[in-house]
């Protein structure tokens, strides 16, 4: 499986974001999707995660509220995205969209998008 996230940027607090992630190659194995972060300095978090049929979504507790994760699964091209409104800076790290392929979790990384948010 290979990701290929797209969207991030620079954004003043308060701002929006949407990230974007395609995945391709042996898609139809994927049973779920999401997106972790990393901060300078700090561990790899899990932001939100979403089941291949959209059943099930969670969200790590700091962006709740802010943050929707969606996914379009319906074809052989499978897409995850997240809407991220009211940026803080603390949301400020690099984005990394995850997909597991078994219940071993998240084994395929994509490269990362920077999102940078300014106070």
């Known amino acids: 499986v290979h990701l290929a996230e797209s969207g991030g940027g620079s954004v003043q607090a308060g701002g929006s974001l949407k990230l974007s992630c395609a995945a391709s190659?042996?898609?139809?194995?994927?049973?779920?999707m999401g997106w972790f972060r990393q901060a300078p300095g700090k561990e790899s978090e899990l932001v939100a995660h979403?089941?291949?049929?959209?059943?099930?979504?969670?969200?790590t507790n700091s962006v709740k509220g802010r943050f929707t994760i969606t996914i379009s699964s319906k074809s052989v091209k499978k897409n995850v995205y997240l809407e991220m409104n009211s940026l803080k800076p603390e949301d400020t790290a690099v984005y990394y969209c995850?997909?597991?392929?078994?219940?071993?979790?998240?084994?395929?990384w994509g490269q990362g998008t920077q999102v940078i948010v300014s106070s």
């Open positions: 995850v997909a597991a392929t078994d219940n071993s979790g998240y084994g395929h």
């Open positions: 190659g042996s898609t139809s194995d994927i049973v779920a």
């Open positions: 979403i089941t291949i049929n959209a059943d099930l979504t969670q969200y």
